[in-house]
């Protein structure tokens, strides 16, 4: 056995995650991308709007073990249902800047394919138990405005129609961006949502390293109210910016957000609640000047999920501190 591979399985039984959990070991998770959701330079200092295409790259060169499935993009009409209808208006006529700060058409374009990716990827996760869309820029947008390189509130906006269509009656936002959702409370908030959607946003109260144990606690109080609100779907936004090295960030190491992904994911699985995660923040980048510490740390989220589905065996996992 490869030490990259042993180093990988040593650090999965230490967080809890063994073949002792008797799952139906799974082929495949299905990752919910299409290239239109990609924009290379976005005009700002996020690189979101080109991190899909470049993740799955990534998981491609590591043989992750995923299947990528196409999706429809969602209308102008559908991101009404949880934003005010002119400023949708003018995010797609281009007289309302979006969440990088401008009017670019090309953003204006992707904004209906990520947020569909989120939708169709929590479809899925309602049939199969579980599926990732490879998606960011949601929790910063307001029902009315764009904040923080965020436009279309994809997290609310999958909750408010799963539950119109009554396939849901409870959602679960578990948003573990460095970030507060400020975007999320607000539309939950103005839209009568919050019997509904139960929302937990670490960044509400968890922003620097002496706090860590706290974190760690707060999650395991979370697994404790996942239990007793019974969500028919979880919603995870697993953001890479809380490692310790993101700039915007500054918090978690590799290991404890490796522990973060298998504690959410374990307390789906235990409570037989269908889980879809995607990706939101994440800022380092390495001495060539590459996203590859942001697409490691996803790629371990993808990880932390294989272990806990039993989803073929893990390949590797990143020693990066």
Not at 37 to 54: I, R, W
Not at 215 to 222: D, G, Q, W
Request: proline letters at 6%; a negative charge.
């Amino acid at each position: 056995m490869g030490l990259m591979r042993a180093t990988s399985i040593s650090i999965l039984l230490s967080i809890g995650i063994s073949n002792a959990d008797a799952l139906p070991c799974r082929e495949v998770i299905k990752v919910f991308y299409r290239p239109e959701m990609n924009v290379a330079d976005s005009g700002s200092y996020s690189p979101s709007a080109g991190k899909p295409a470049q993740l799955m790259d990534y998981y491609r060169a590591n043989n992750a073990p995923t299947e990528i499935v196409s999706f429809p993009p969602l209308s102008p009409a559908d991101f009404k249902v949880v934003h005010d209808s002119a400023y949708v208006d003018g995010i797609f006529n281009l007289t309302e800047k979006n969440g990088f700060g401008n009017r670019n058409p090309e953003i204006a374009d992707s904004l209906r394919y990520t947020s569909a990716s989120m939708l169709a990827a929590a479809r899925e996760a309602l049939k199969s138990g579980i599926a990732h869309s490879p998606t960011s820029g949601f929790h910063h947008a307001h029902t009315s405005c764009a904040s923080g390189f965020c436009t279309f509130n994809g997290l609310a906006l999958t909750a408010k129609i799963l539950l119109d269509e009554g396939a849901v009656r409870k959602v679960a936002i578990v948003d573990l961006d460095m970030h507060k959702g400020d975007g999320t409370d607000d539309i939950l908030f103005r839209k009568d949502l919050e019997g509904r959607v139960f929302h937990f946003t670490a960044g509400r109260e968890f922003y620097i390293r002496d706090q860590v144990p706290r974190y760690f606690e707060a999650l395991e109080s979370l697994r404790n109210d996942i239990e007793r609100t019974k969500p028919d779907l979880i919603l995870y936004q697993a953001g890479a910016d809380p490692h310790i090295k993101d700039p915007l960030g500054g918090m978690l190491t590799t290991a404890e957000m490796m522990k973060r992904d298998e504690m959410i994911f374990k307390m789906a699985r235990d409570f037989n609640i269908p889980i879809v995660w995607n990706l939101a923040g994440g800022y380092q980048i390495d001495s060539d000047g590459t996203l590859n510490p942001v697409l490691r740390l996803h790629y371990n989220t993808l990880l932390a999920a294989q272990g806990v589905y039993r989803i073929s065996e893990p390949e590797a996992l990143s020693e990066t501190p």
